[in-house]
């Protein structure tokens, strides 16, 4: 069983920034693909970057390609989106989601439905 607790959304002014965190249990973390998910209200779950075991492999929506970055501290467990340059459309809550599984192709890495565990989310708000 993978836990995963969010941390860091908030309310941030168009332009701003934010850092939310993702606290990982489990000692095999370092084997777990990760990824950052985000819904907004009325719409379905969307793809928002994804991360391999060892950081080396990084994917983004296009929507937040040069503007968010995701990253991973394996010795700490935890799982980082640094988002900047934020804009209203990126009102969501955020998810971090889990799959320690082997990842066959880089398409899985988009997919909800491949990821096994999930977080409770945080939101995020940013006001124009």
């Known amino acids: 069983q993978v836990q995963l607790v969010e941390s860091g959304g908030g309310l941030v002014q168009a332009g701003g920034s934010l850092r939310l965190s993702c606290a990982a249990s489990?000692?095999?973390?370092?084997?777990?693909?990760m990824g950052w998910f985000r819904q907004a209200p009325g719409k379905e779950r969307e793809f928002v970057a994804a991360?391999?075991?060892?950081?080396?492999?990084?994917y983004y929506a296009d929507s937040v390609k040069g503007r968010f970055t995701i990253s991973r501290d394996n010795a700490k467990n935890t799982l980082y989106l640094q988002m900047n340059s934020l804009k209203p459309e990126d009102t969501a809550v955020y998810y971090c989601?889990?799959?320690?599984?082997?990842?066959?192709?880089?398409?899985?890495?988009?997919?909800?439905?491949?990821?096994?565990?999930w977080g409770q989310g945080t939101q995020v708000t940013v006001s124009s």
């Open positions: 989601a889990a799959r320690p599984r082997l990842v066959p192709s880089v398409n899985y890495y988009y997919t909800p439905n491949e990821y096994d565990y």
């Open positions: 489990g000692r095999t973390f370092s084997s777990y693909a």
């Open positions: 991360i391999g075991w060892s950081g080396r492999n990084t």
